[in-house]
């Protein structure tokens, strides 16, 4: 699910539209990008200091109100299908693989970050917003920002922007 998400955090909101946060992001010169690891989903967009409002209303837009459009999700899934097929062919990938299946046995690192083909196919759009609204809560955010900031403006910017965003805790 969380690799999913992360596929589809930037592909649209209400109010930018499917290709449209890449675009204002690029047009910034900015660079727009997200990853999955076991324990972490980040969503990052680099880009110049005097941008950063921007920046931060496009980032606070996407997780608080992302689309998970079902064309968008159904052309994502196959890229993250064809994602696993890839990894298949790369036996460092498939040794690190096989040995978090070994060593984890009952635990999530025992599972591929990516997913399997099946289970990706499977997801439906229902299912990732309740996964989605479930565990990207406030409490879970972290927020990294480098470069040339005022923190004290900055932080009650960031307060202001992410408001909304649900402070409940996640289950435990």
């Not at 449209?20 to 047009?27: F, G, L, M, W």
């Not at 097929?85 to 299946?101: G, N, Y």
């Not at 479930?134 to 955010?141: A, F, M, S, T």
Request: proline share 6%; glycine share 6%; aromatic share 12%.
């Amino acid at each position: 699910m969380c690799h999913l998400i992360e596929h589809m955090i930037f592909k649209g909101t209400p109010t930018y539209p499917v290709g449209e946060i890449a675009r204002k992001v690029e047009a910034s010169g900015g660079d727009i990008n997200a990853y999955t690891s076991f324990d972490e989903t980040v969503f990052y967009i680099n880009m110049a200091s005097r941008y950063h409002e921007e920046g931060l209303k496009i980032l606070a837009d996407a997780a608080l109100n992302p689309l998970f459009d079902a064309e968008e999700l159904a052309r994502e899934k196959e890229v993250v299908v064809e994602e696993i097929s890839r990894s298949e062919d790369s036996p460092a990938h498939q040794v690190s693989e096989d040995l978090f299946k070994t060593a984890f046995t009952h635990h999530p690192y025992g599972k591929p970050i990516a997913g399997t083909r099946q289970s990706v196919r499977a997801i439906t759009r229902q299912e990732l917003l309740a996964f989605y609204k479930k565990w990207y809560v406030g409490p879970n955010l972290i927020f990294v920002i480098a470069g040339d900031f005022d923190a004290k403006k900055l932080v009650p910017e960031l307060k202001r922007l992410f408001a909304d965003f649900p402070a409940r805790r996640p289950p435990q």
